[in-house]
């Protein structure tokens, strides 16, 4: 596909348990974001991934959140023993970075909507 | 955190311009300033971008005030389907989303 993918759709857990969520950026975008965005709220930052570089993770709200992205592609964001403040809508975005220019565009995908029960 | 401020919501009636104003009085010279929007129960969607002087693309104007510390968004004929939420960003090497300003569309 041409956009940002993310699965599943929605996620409903139990509180406690672990989950995995996943983000397909557009291939060659080389700057990756995890968002979340809870019920009427704004976008709530998460952690960056920017080529090999160490990710950026001073959004992350606990040490229950982690973050991988393997081969410079794929991502996903686990949360571990998951709470009920934990519901809300995991955004990803992927972004090809012009170094050059300085400048570049976020491109989104359609969230993961995690409800924790 | 967020580094600009919007208003809250702003209303509008269709088929008229609508001027969405952006404070980042604290903006370096380098920083680019990038508006998004995020339609209902939908992600956030980019809109136009610039450093310093006024841009026009299909979607949209930005007005960029000469010391950069404002800038104004510029819808030139509002549709129903522009209402949304509008986000002013400061980019450096990364996003930061404040709370955004509601657009409302009056039929």
């Known amino acids: 596909g041409a956009g940002v993918s993310q699965s599943p759709s929605n996620k409903v857990t139990e509180k406690g348990k672990d989950v995995e969520l996943r983000c397909d950026p557009i291939s060659g975008h080389t700057a990756l974001y995890w968002y979340r965005q809870s019920l009427g709220q704004g976008l709530e930052f998460l952690i960056y991934f920017q080529g090999n570089s160490a990710p950026d993770k001073s959004g992350l709200p606990s040490d229950r959140f982690s973050a991988e992205r393997t081969g410079g592609s794929v991502s996903t964001l686990t949360i571990q023993r998951t709470q009920q403040e934990d519901s809300a809508v995991y955004l990803c975005?992927?972004?090809?970075?012009?170094?050059?220019?300085?400048?570049?565009?976020?491109?989104f995908g359609p969230g993961t909507r995690l409800t924790v029960t | 955190d967020a580094k600009t401020t919007q208003p809250n919501s702003m209303e509008s009636n269709e088929e008229e311009p609508v001027h969405l104003p952006c404070n980042h009085s604290t903006i370096s010279g380098t920083d680019y300033i990038h508006w998004y929007r995020q339609l209902p129960s939908q992600g956030p969607e980019y809109v136009i971008h610039g450093l310093t002087s006024n841009v026009n693309n299909r979607m949209a104007s930005l007005a960029i005030a000469e010391d950069r510390k404002s800038s104004t968004l510029i819808l030139h004929r509002a549709t129903l389907r522009d209402a949304a939420v509008y986000y002013c960003i400061e980019v450096a090497d990364k996003i930061i989303f404040g709370k955004g300003t509601r657009l409302h569309i009056l039929p």
């Open positions: 975005a992927s972004s090809l970075v012009s170094l050059a220019s300085g400048s570049y565009e976020q491109y």
